[in-house]
């Protein structure tokens, strides 16, 4: 009780007093001016503890909400991501042609020559993965190495397939003479 007291007669010092002509009066209104100051500041004070109090009741209140929340939070599933699948275009591959492979072991035939290589080694599966890899166009590369093959020219794997198409197609081919002279392996 004394700090309430004290809590008391400070706010009284602070308040202005009124005066009048009368002495009686002015004394038996101090009197009732302190009371009620008094009483006024004793319960603005009761408000304000009641008012903390109350204040952090809520706000543990809250904590512990906000606490068990976050504890059901973490005891739920998992939030599962739903993929969407998007359609990709699909793209065409555009084929070589059996000519484009005859240009191309013509050409390597060309660089062999150049070097002075007496012969090169085409294998089917081993052409068809140097020009398109991933790309099932291996009929038309077996045509294109037997189309391109001179007399002289012979079969290190020849397959037992009827029409030859198989990766271990492999073809010696003889680069010393070039000519166009030579005649086609297959027109004997």
Request: aromatic share 4%; hydrophobic share 35%; proline share 3%.
């Amino acid at each position: 009780m004394p700090a309430k007291k004290a809590v008391a007669t400070e706010e009284t010092a602070a308040t202005p007093k009124k005066r009048t002509c009368k002495r009686k009066t002015t004394t038996a209104a101090a009197e009732s001016t302190t009371e009620t100051t008094e009483t006024v500041a004793k319960k603005t004070t009761a408000k304000k503890t009641a008012t903390k109090k109350t204040a952090e009741k809520k706000t543990t209140a809250a904590k512990k909400t906000t606490t068990k929340k976050a504890a059901a939070k973490k005891v739920e599933a998992p939030v599962v991501e739903e993929t969407v699948k998007v359609e990709e275009p699909v793209v065409e591959v555009v084929k070589r042609s059996v000519k484009d492979y005859e240009d191309i072991i013509n050409w390597k035939k060309g660089e062999a020559h150049a070097m002075d290589w007496l012969y090169i080694e085409v294998n089917a599966g081993d052409l068809l993965t140097e020009v398109e890899a991933g790309v099932d166009n291996l009929a038309a590369t077996c045509q294109a190495i037997l189309n391109v093959m001179l007399e002289g020219d012979g079969f290190i794997v020849r397959p037992t397939e009827e029409d030859m198409v198989s990766t271990s197609l492999t073809v010696r081919y003889y680069c010393d003479n070039l000519s166009a002279d030579r005649r086609k392996y297959f027109e004997n």
